[in-house]
């Protein structure tokens, strides 16, 4: 058995004597939590087991102001022992646990002022004006979670009214579907049947065009020929000698400002002289963009109005000419029975491509997780801001995320939908928006939204907790559980 000075035998017997007190009218040393008392209660022989087992000491050591046990259970009511703890009773408020290093050390922790019974100072007991401002704060917290959950279930009951007419709009479109499905196809033959002899008509009409037009031209260009080639036939011999071709400028390949003999011969195609038809059809197509008509020196005449008008009028003949004739009678039935059948299919088509669209959208909106009864599913195409010192941010749930600068300036993507990302015990109670706008020389921009009960749906604040991650707090009515039954009351521990 350990040695004990003087001091604290006295202080052992004063112990033992209010923990007689304490036992006889509540059964528990001082310090100890009714919950806790039976742990506390006198072996057969006597003894206290240390609540951790390392050791078995006498029940009068209990509270005696000297650790034995090294969890420090022996210890609840004083300080001795620094890891010991000292339960709060705070009858009328919440009980707690506090330090043992607290016990006794002139500052009151427990409302009930339990903590100090030392003499040193008196503490007021509190806790009955500590419990009712509780019970009102939860009262009116309780009050508030009762008011949002009565709008959660509105949001939810529409939530599932709405999911119910998506599923029975997708069962409408899916049959019309079918159906319309069908439609586009005899409609895609009628239209390939009518555009067969359609194509048919208008490349024999164009073909007919196309050989006119040729032949148009091909006379065109004999009788450009035919004035080229009197022109260069200055001596009037009806040919074309290497002297005429050297007096045309026009014909000096090496631009040193002299037509030679040998680039005539070129231009003649090796050959001293040429008569009309040979320059017609072997000569004319190769110098034809080369040769220029011999300048006159003499003014342009004096153009009568008369003259001028017929002259507009064959530049409109002209551009008549070369504008395809219409079609025939029977081309134009083929064509107007062909559009018709074009534009029956184009609307069944266009109507299809809209039910698919709307098929889509459904799709889309059925698989999205709004939450377990629905009620997130009002938040869908809502947008919400919140602006600081520097920025305005947006938080469009099951979308997006941004920040803009609060100056002005172009908005930054923080991150767009991506799933619910609160603990496996709360699932519902954190967004994530991830693959925002890239950080320079860091990661791709995120933003987790934390929501909270609210009686409006609100962006609160916008925070930065690591470097390109950033965390938004939103209140919203869908987050408020049903409050439980009554006032929470504030414990009395006897």
């Not at 004319?284 to 300048?295: G, N």
């Not at 320079?440 to 962006?459: I, M, T």
Request: glycine letters at 6%; hydrophobic letters at 25%.
């Amino acid at each position: 058995m350990k040695m004990r000075t003087q001091h604290t035998f006295f202080i052992i017997l004063a112990q033992l004597f209010c923990s007689s007190i304490i036992n006889a009218t509540i059964g528990r040393p001082r310090g100890v939590s009714i919950s806790m008392a039976s742990l506390y209660q006198p072996a057969e022989d006597g003894t206290f087991t240390c609540l951790d087992g390392s050791s078995k000491i006498p029940y009068e050591y209990v509270n005696d102001d000297y650790c034995d046990c090294n969890d420090g259970t022996d210890e609840p009511g004083t300080s001795a022992c620094p890891n010991g703890k000292f339960h709060c009773t705070n009858a009328g408020y919440v009980p707690s646990n506090i330090l043992s290093s607290r016990v006794n050390d002139g500052v009151c922790d427990c409302c009930d002022g339990t903590d100090e019974d030392a003499g040193r100072i008196e503490c007021v007991n509190n806790c009955k004006d500590l419990g009712k401002k509780l019970r009102e704060e939860q009262d009116r917290t309780r009050k508030l979670q009762q008011e949002g959950f009565e709008k959660q279930k509105t949001f939810s009951e529409e939530g599932k009214r709405v999911h119910e007419e998506k599923i029975s709009r997708q069962a409408e479109l899916e049959k019309e579907r079918e159906t319309l499905e069908v439609t586009v196809k005899e409609l895609e033959t009628a239209k390939l049947e009518a555009e067969s002899p359609e194509t048919e008509a208008k490349d024999k009409h164009q073909k007919a065009w196309d050989e006119l037009k040729a032949e148009r031209q091909a006379k065109k260009e004999v009788e450009a020929a035919s004035v080229a080639f009197k022109e260069l036939d200055t001596n009037g011999d009806n040919s074309i000698e290497l002297l005429e071709i050297i007096a045309h400028i026009e014909f000096d390949i090496d631009s040193n400002g002299v037509v030679s003999e040998e680039e005539a011969k070129e231009h003649l195609e090796d050959k001293e002289r040429v008569d009309y038809d040979t320059f017609v059809k072997d000569i004319w197509p190769h110098v034809k963009d080369i040769y220029k008509k011999p300048s006159t020196e003499e003014p342009p005449p004096e153009v009568d109005p008369s003259t001028e008008a017929r002259g507009e009028e064959a530049q409109t003949e002209q551009k008549d000419e070369e504008s395809m004739p219409e079609y025939d009678e029977e081309t134009k039935k083929l064509i107007e029975a062909a559009d018709e059948a074009r534009k029956n299919y184009d609307e069944a088509n266009s109507k299809l491509k809209e039910l698919d669209n709307e098929l889509s959208s459904i799709k889309s909106y059925l698989e999205q997780d709004y939450g377990p009864n629905r009620e997130y599913a009002i938040l869908q195409d809502q947008c919400f801001e919140y602006t600081d010192r520097e920025y305005t941010y947006k938080y469009c749930p099951f979308s997006k995320g941004s920040q803009r600068p609060k100056s002005g300036g172009h908005e930054t993507s923080l991150g767009n939908w991506g799933n619910w990302a609160g603990p496996e015990n709360d699932k519902y109670s954190v967004q994530l928006y991830e693959k925002g706008q890239n950080c320079w020389n860091g990661p791709d921009r995120s933003v987790k939204v934390h929501l909270k009960c609210g009686l409006e749906h609100r962006l609160l604040s916008s925070s930065e907790p690591s470097r390109c991650e950033y965390a938004f707090e939103f209140e919203t009515p869908c987050r408020c559980s049903q409050p439980a039954g009554g006032t929470t009351q504030a414990h009395d521990e006897l």
